[in-house]
Nanobody, 125 residues
Framework: QVQLVESGGGLVQAGGSLRLSCAAS????????MAWFRQAPGKEREFVAV????????DYADSVKGRFTISRDNAKNTVYLQMDSLKPEDTAVYYC??????????????????WGQGTQVTVSS
């Protein structure tokens, strides 16, 4: 059974940084994508970033390009999201997700089969 456990959320001032972690277990992830989504109150869950597990290729939402960095540690089966220059509009619950890689829809939540429980990120102005 696949499990994803996020950690690293918290409260930070605008301009600050946080690093989220997602520890994955339950299978090998060679052909999978590992992604971060976020959901603010009253809004749809939206794509943030993705890394293709076996190649390390990444992509980002326009709203976070240049500020966020996704990476993975194969030995630890862990994915990270380094968030710098945080803004109040980054406030949301952040979710880790995984599913088989699909180059045409990796930014869509419906492409992901497994989800973590979420971790709250709050950025104060």
């Amino acid at each position: 059974q696949v499990q994803l456990v996020e950690s690293g959320g918290g409260l930070v001032q605008a301009g600050g940084s946080l690093r989220l972690s997602c520890a994955a277990s339950g299978r090998t992830f060679g052909g999978y994508a590992m992604a971060w989504f976020r959901q603010a109150p009253g809004k749809e869950r939206e794509f943030v970033a993705v890394v293709r597990w076996n190649t390390g290729n990444t992509d980002y939402a326009d709203s976070v390009k240049g500020r966020f960095t996704i990476s993975r540690d194969n030995a630890k089966n862990t994915v990270y999201l380094q968030m710098d220059s945080l803004k109040p509009e980054d406030t949301a619950v952040y979710y880790c997700a995984t599913g088989r890689w699909d180059s045409g829809s990796y930014n869509r939540k419906y492409s992901y089969e497994y989800w973590g429980q979420g971790t709250q990120v709050t950025v104060s102005s």
